[in-house]
């Protein structure tokens, strides 16, 4: 064994042991505070937002105006219909797209009525029934009412229906005199589809099918070298993805966007530019607009 080479593992041995001492003091046996460890990232709470959020916002001037002919419109259950699931990750997509609809609807301004989680409301309503809650002095129970519960104009029917993965992907990589570089470049899409169904008579008045493509890249670069017969073996990289569950998200704020713009015969160069208008459904504008008023 040469010189150099023992110098290397010895320098390699005291580095390695410095280091083991360095973490063996960051563990504290007994913390003062309770916590064994202080969680990292202090990143503000922002709104949840979307390219489409700002436009149904501004949809609530146009909404507003027709006060006396606004419907109530409800959400169902907006399923997941892809059927991409693993048992290491689970469900490939948000189960809460209803809950994403009800925001969008929220960010519009339109009169909602709740569908989705009735589990408290019929609780009480058979607590009332039994007549075991008291709401005031005034009363010992609480009365039920004939009519009470307000009812729905249209509700949002559908789900994701597809997820595609690696619909299109470009790989480069290359290795010269030792060094490694590589990029990867892929998309993917999602479908979703929704319609509008008018509650009383089970009409379905609107039908959206949309699907956006969700970009993804990665770079990497890498060396090998022997020094002093030892190898030196260095990588780095940089990998970035659209999230899969903000595109749902969009693509729903899309669909209700473009469904209450038919809705209220609001023109959607109005709130949205002209160059990204949503494309207009053809054919039920006009009965939309006549059964709302």
């Known amino acids: ?71 109530t419109v409800t959400v169902g259950r907006l399923l997941d219909y892809t059927g991409k699931y693993s048992q290491a990750m689970g469900n490939d997509i948000t189960q809460g797209a209803t809950l994403m609809a009800i925001s969008a609807l929220g960010k519009a301004g339109v009169p909602q009525v709740e569908r989705f989680d009735t589990s408290i ?16 002095s005034t009363s010992p129970y609480r009365k039920i009412y004939s009519g009470s519960i307000r009812g729905s104009d249209y509700y949002i029917a559908g789900g994701v229906t597809e997820l595609n993965y690696n619909i299109r992907s470009i790989s480069l990589e290359g290795i010269l005199s030792g060094y490694l570089l590589g990029v990867r470049f892929y998309v993917l899409n999602i479908g979703l589809d929704l319609r509008l169904v008018k509650t009383q008579t089970l009409e379905v008045v609107n039908v959206m099918s949309l699907q956006k493509q969700v970009i993804g890249r990665e770079y990497r670069g890498g060396f090998i070298d022997f020094i002093g017969g030892g190898m030196i073996d260095g990588n780095a990289g940089h990998r970035a993805q659209e999230p899969i569950q903000l595109a749902v998200r969009t693509l729903i704020e899309r669909s209700v966007f473009d469904m209450l713009t038919e809705l209220y015969s609001i023109p959607t ?11 207009r459904p053809r054919g039920w504008a006009e009965d939309a607009s006549a059964a709302v008023q």
């Open 121 to 136: 409301a019929e609780a009480e309503l058979k607590f009332a029934n039994n007549k075991l809650i008291g709401d005031s």
């Open 1 to 71: 064994m040469s010189r150099d080479s023992r110098k290397g593992r010895r320098l390699a041995g005291f580095l390695l042991s410095a280091l083991v001492l360095s973490l063996m003091a960051c563990i504290t046996p007994m913390p003062e505070n309770g916590n064994y460890a202080e969680p990292i990232g202090s990143s503000a709470v922002t709104l949840n937002t979307t390219v489409f959020s700002e436009p149904l916002r501004c949809l609530r001037g146009g909404i507003q105006q027709n006060a006396a002919l606004r419907p």
């Open 269 to 279: 160069d109005k709130c949205f530019p002209e160059q990204e208008a949503p494309t």
